[in-house]
């Protein structure tokens, strides 16, 4: 069997944006002190006078990058999720969202698969604080091609964007004529007993745990929503009317995320049973990416059990 | 300053200073104290500083202004109002329902806001923001941004101080509004934030001190600040909080209480004897 390919998504954004610089004068590239990390370094080293290293200081960062917006820029602001959406939260809030300012928030090592760096890294409540902002688009890429092309789509969006990366290398799913489209969620795989809706690295497990319940002669939908903000709940409304129930699956806190972004919108138009898979209401912990994954619940076979839980919920 | 010129100014402060009464009083909130202490400085940028075209409030080339302590919107939007950007009238809608004039400063709805602000430290780095990036596309334009003697208690005030310092952003000029009071009383009480002046010399500014209600010591400030090179500067304007109607003046009380009826007359009046005054 041939090898699957794996990138890291935050290696397919500092792609993304080399290229991007290449087409647009006008970008610019801001960090704060982690430009190894985010990928950023890579446009620092293709474009060294549109990169500014903000340094340790995420909020001014933000601002930063707000002033720069008003004069016409793109700007492509980038740390950690825990700084980017924790930490600068009320900068992005006040001085991004509602000016609605054209920055794009590139926050990698987003979830509990940033591994041993541990609890104080482990982002898992981004989506949720970043969906409440008024105007805000939030994208939660699977794979590689999905988080170049969500980055290409971001820079043209008028309004704030905010993209989340990982740190940890995921197979490649999607093959170079695929492009995200904002906001539309994607059918990965037809099914009539159940929904699975996953985002980011949780698309890949979900895939598997269809699979699986096929294998068992159950028929799951899979949905790949990369755009938490704005929802696509037509796909959703369909797909619960047409299955009866959905689990969702993220690798982000249950509460406020994907699940609870899917279970906000279809209780007011279509209430099915809506089964979480995501890290329950607790802190990481240091381990390998992997283990973390395993000891938190994000795997297929926590995504399949919940698939078999939500159809006997049905009846 | 020719004295004719420095008659006008203060005449347009007496005026902008109604608009302030007259904005609170009818918005039963919002914050006159700030908003007085820096009505003189906020006159002379808008009518002797800035290079601004009122009839295309979003012209690029124009200078900027960031009002990073955003409360004091009544005295921005008094100036605006008296500059041009919209009608005298349009101050008695301030903080009502469906006014373009919020609470605090809103430029997706006010002609000549330059940037949102509100809440506090956020301003200056956005101000930041502004003036790297007419450095980046070699305009010759001047970012102003007013910040509150408690405002800096903020740490953001510190990291975009850096900031603006390490990226040499010398068309940057701050302006703290020194006037000694913040809510809770005096800012030397509260947290000190003394001394200023050292605090941005030793984050790498250019440092000024003025007299805020002195249009020739602020032209001297401004020309200073602006044939300086190579850093960012930053004026420190000692001021009066309420400065203009006496029973405001000095007092933190003033923060951000609007006046009833008969404190409104009274205000009234005594500005407006001041501009008969001048009118002679």
Same mark, same amino acid.
């Given at each position: ?51 500014? #290293?903000?340094?340790?200081? &995420? ?84 794979? #590689? ?70 294998? &068992? ?46 279970? &906000? ?25 992997? &283990? ?24 | ?17 109604? !608009? ?13 104290? !700030?908003?007085?202490? $820096? ?9 002797? @500083? ?24 009544? !005295? ?39 940037? $949102? ?21 070699? @305009? ?51 947290? $000190? ?88």
């Amino acid at each position: 069997m041939a090898e699957i390919k794996k990138t890291a998504t935050r290696d397919s954004y500092g792609r993304a944006l080399v290229d991007l610089g290449a087409q647009n004068e006008k970008l610019i590239v801001l960090d704060a002190d982690l430009a190894a990390a985010t990928k950023t370094g890579m446009f620092k080293k293709a474009y060294p006078d549109r990169f500014f #290293d903000c340094g340790i200081a &995420e909020c001014n960062l933000m601002g930063v990058a707000a002033g720069l917006s008003t004069m016409g820029y793109t700007v492509f602001a980038s740390s950690f999720a825990m700084f980017a959406a924790g930490r600068a939260f009320e900068q992005v809030r006040n001085t991004i969202g509602y000016p609605h300012l054209n920055v794009n928030i590139g926050a990698t090592h987003a979830g509990i698969s940033v591994g041993e760096d541990g609890a104080s890294h482990q982002c898992c409540e981004d989506i949720a604080l970043m969906r409440t902002i008024p105007g805000m688009t939030v994208i939660n890429p699977a794979d #590689d091609r999905e988080a170049y092309t969500a980055v290409l789509a971001a820079a043209k969006l008028q309004g704030p964007v905010y993209l989340r990366f990982g740190r940890l290398a995921v197979p490649h799913l999607f093959g170079d004529d695929y492009a995200i489209e904002i906001g539309k969620g994607v059918q990965l795989r037809g099914g009539k007993d159940v929904t699975i809706a996953a985002t980011g690295l949780m698309v890949g497990e979900a895939i598997a745990a269809a699979e699986a319940l096929a294998a &068992e002669g159950i028929d799951a939908r899979l949905l790949n929503i990369h755009t938490i903000k704005p929802l696509d709940l037509d796909i959703l409304t369909e797909a619960a009317r047409e299955t009866g129930a959905i689990v969702t699956a993220e690798e982000h806190s249950v509460i406020g995320g994907l699940g609870g972004a899917v279970a &906000e919108g279809l209780a007011g138009v279509c209430p099915v049973p809506v089964l979480r898979v995501g890290v329950e209401d607790t802190f990481g912990a240091s381990g390998p990416a992997l &283990e973390m994954l395993r000891v938190y619940g994000l795997e297929a076979e926590h995504i399949a059990a919940k698939a078999k839980r939500a159809i006997a919920m049905k009846q | 300053m020719d004295a004719q010129r420095r008659l006008e100014l203060r005449r347009l402060a007496e005026r902008a200073r109604m !608009g302030i009464i007259e904005g609170v009083f009818h918005a039963k909130s919002g914050h006159p104290g !700030g908003s007085l202490s $820096s009505a003189d400085l906020l006159t002379y940028l808008y009518f002797e @500083q800035m290079r601004i075209d009122t009839k295309n409030s979003k012209w690029e080339g124009r200078d900027r202004f960031v009002l990073s302590k955003g409360h004091v919107a009544p !005295g921005l939007y008094a100036v605006l109002a008296l500059r041009g950007f919209f009608p005298v009238e349009a101050l008695k809608t301030l903080r009502k329902n469906g006014s373009f004039l919020q609470g605090h400063p809103s430029m997706k709805l006010t002609p000549g806001v330059d940037m $949102s602000t509100g809440s506090l430290g956020q301003g200056i780095s956005a101000a930041a923001g502004i003036a790297l990036g007419a450095k980046l596309a070699g @305009q010759d334009i001047v970012t102003y941004a007013l910040l509150g003697d408690g405002e800096i208690q903020e740490g953001q005030v510190w990291e975009a101080a850096m900031f603006a310092a390490a990226k040499g952003l010398d068309h940057l000029i701050a302006i703290v509004d020194n006037n000694n009071l913040q809510i809770d009383g005096a800012v030397a009480e509260v947290n $000190s934030p003394y001394p200023i002046p050292e605090k941005f010399a030793a984050f790498g500014w250019n440092t000024i001190e003025a007299d805020a209600h002195d249009f020739d010591a602020l032209e001297a400030a401004f020309t200073q600040a602006k044939a300086f090179n190579g850093k960012p500067s930053v004026i420190i304007m000692k001021s009066i909080k309420g400065k203009g109607v006496s029973f405001m003046e000095d007092q933190a009380a003033w923060h951000g209480t609007a006046p009833n009826a008969e404190q409104y007359t009274a205000a009234m009046q005594e500005i407006e004897a001041r501009l008969a005054a001048l009118a002679k």
